[in-house]
Each structure stands twice: as C-alpha cells, then as structure tokens.
C-alpha cells in the first residue's frame, strides 16, 4: 500500500474477534472517505492464514490505537 496518512483506529482494549477488528477498521476507513480501501483491506484479511498476519495487515490501513 502506497504510504498514506493512516486513520486512527482504537482496537486496544476492543473485542479480539477478527470480524470485530475488520469491522471496527472498515468503519474507520469508510468514514475517512477511504471505502475502496476498507473493501480491499478486509479482502486481504479474510484470505490470509493467521490472526497475526490478519493484525499486520489492519495496521497497514489504520494506525491502530
């Protein structure tokens, strides 16, 4: 991904559920006018192989707070 200015995303302390995470992460994008990026982040987590790989790629599209 293209080195952007990230949106802030709270995910410390949020429920550890990936789907909550992409969620939580997706709504962040979205309403930083970023949807195209949302959809693409949550494809490259629902496809990748771990729970630690799925963190890395949101902390590519959000700054996680």
């Known amino acids: 991904m293209p080195e952007v200015m990230k949106p802030k995303c709270r995910l410390i302390g949020?429920?550890?559920?990936?789907?909550?995470?992409?969620?939580?992460?997706?709504?962040?994008l979205k309403k930083a006018g970023l949807p195209?990026?949302?959809?693409?982040?949550?494809?490259?987590?629902?496809?990748?192989?771990?729970?630690?790989?799925?963190l890395n790629i949101i902390g590519d599209y959000v700054e996680i707070e």
């Open 14 to 28: 949020e429920d550890g559920n990936v789907f909550n995470l992409i969620g939580l992460a997706s709504r962040t």
């Open 36 to 54: 195209d990026q949302a959809k693409e982040m949550s494809t490259k987590v629902f496809s990748c192989g771990s729970y630690d790989e799925a």
